[in-house]
């Protein structure tokens, strides 16, 4: 009787079926192949449909960060232009205007009050959508007090007007450019000031992302089977990406961003070309080669646990008894983690993975958790994350489910037009 504890598959196993085996396998095959069909269907409609209800009840109600931006009113109107007068025993104090920024998850819009000179005295967040760890980092080190006594002059550039937050400097930047957006707006329309052209953005072109453009260019050429130093290459392409999108700029792919995108968060490319070219780089090499050199040899996180397995000699097992247990946990958790952002319009919410975790040591004590048991895991199975909790390699079935589905319906109808 074969225990029920993980046991190591024999490779032999997979060459020599017996013919009742494959004959089963054969029977099962178009059964399984329409339930993958249904289910990612499903998965589809699903994630239309959260999104179109996450759209309609998407609403704020701006008055109490109104009075949150300027404590010391008594009264605020509404203007004619969009922006707020306040008030305090019948006296102007000045103005509040809605500015809007873009984070890392996406849009964010601060209620900024200014007074009679132009000068920002207060904010309050009306409705961000980051990964609560980064925004609680941003409040943790006081960065929005760096931005209080600051006037329409400045420019809010970070690293120049303004010191941005180690590790969490989209969202850094969002702030900065809803206070800039709000703060200008009362100016111009109330105050009627005169104000300095803004700076035209420039487009972020660093280490990042001629290093992903690099490893990406040895993912597709070290992968064709005459080269013959691919496992050399692998190592160095993955120990480069754990060092430098892992523990010196912590931008691994995340479900967020894949959230960001679908919820038609789009970022400006000149600050975000990075991430365009992750995602355009993924996306490319799916549809075109439906393969994806990200995760075998960019993705941080999966390098680190190839070399945690190293240490204790990790292997491939076969869990044949709870495989279709695990495939559908780390599907669920993939539906899960998209319907909620779908739902409420916040790509961080639902975000679950732990890649933060380890390369910056911060995160909550669930996260710890899981990371220990991640990491202990590694010991001894090759890339347990990955395998079993990893939400892109769902998307990867999506994607190449949606592949097959399109190019099958161009054949259809290329075969009609024909006859």
């Known amino acids: 009787m074969q225990p029920d504890s993980i046991t190591e598959k024999p490779a032999h196993l997979n060459s020599h079926r017996s013919p009742e085996y494959s004959a089963t396998a054969v029977a099962k095959a178009p059964g399984r192949k329409r339930g993958e069909t249904a289910f990612w269907l499903g998965t589809i409609l699903l994630i239309i449909a959260a999104w179109t209800v996450g759209f309609t009840i998407e609403n704020a ?23 707020y007068t306040a008030y305090s025993s019948g006296q102007l104090l000045g103005y509040i205007s809605i500015g809007e920024g873009d984070g890392y998850g996406g849009p964010m819009n601060l209620a900024v009050a200014i007074d009679l000179q132009g000068k ?49 400097t989209y969202t850094s930047r969002g702030i900065a450019e809803a206070t800039l957006d709000g703060s200008r707006h009362s100016v111009i329309e109330d105050l009627k000031f005169s104000v300095p052209k803004q700076l035209p953005l420039q487009i972020e ?101 190839e070399c945690i397995g190293k240490i204790g000699g ?73 395998s079993y909790l990893c939400p892109l390699k769902p998307l990867e079935a999506c994607i190449r489910f949606l592949k097959t589905l399109v190019k099958n319906i161009w054949v259809n109808k290329s075969s009609k037009t024909a006859t």
């Open 61 to 83: 109600d701006v008055e109490p960060y109104l009075h949150q931006a300027m404590p010391t009113a008594d009264q605020i109107e509404k203007t004619t232009h969009g922006s």
């Open 120 to 168: 920002i005295t207060g904010l309050s967040v009306i409705r961000h959508r980051e990964t609560p760890s980064w925004f609680k980092r941003v409040q943790d080190n006081d960065f929005f007090s760096r931005l209080i006594g600051k006037t329409y002059n400045t420019q809010f550039v970070l690293g120049r007007d303004i010191d941005g937050v180690s590790g969490a």
């Open 205 to 305: 072109l660093g280490l990042p992302e001629v290093v992903l453009l690099g490893l990406f260019a040895l993912g597709f050429g070290g992968r064709r089977k005459s080269f013959r130093h691919k496992k050399q290459l692998r190592w160095f392409s993955m120990l480069t990406g754990m060092v430098v999108f892992g523990f010196i700029y912590t931008n691994p792919l995340t479900i967020s961003l894949i959230n960001k995108m679908v919820l038609g968060f789009w970022p400006d490319w000149h600050t975000h070309l990075y991430w365009y070219l992750l995602l355009g780089g993924i996306f490319f090499s799916l549809t075109a080669t439906s393969k994806n050199p990200y995760c075998n040899w960019v993705c941080p996180f999966g390098a680190a646990q």
């Open 314 to 386: 990790a292997r491939h097992y076969s869990l044949s008894r709870y495989r279709a247990l695990l495939k559908w946990l780390q599907r669920g958790l993939f539906l899960a983690a998209i319907v909620i952002a779908m739902l409420y319009r916040n790509p961080g919410i639902s975000s679950y993975e732990i890649f933060g975790t380890l390369f910056d040591l911060k995160g909550t004590i669930p996260q710890f958790f899981l990371l220990g048991l991640v990491i202990l895991a590694s010991l001894f199975i090759h890339r347990p994350w990955c």
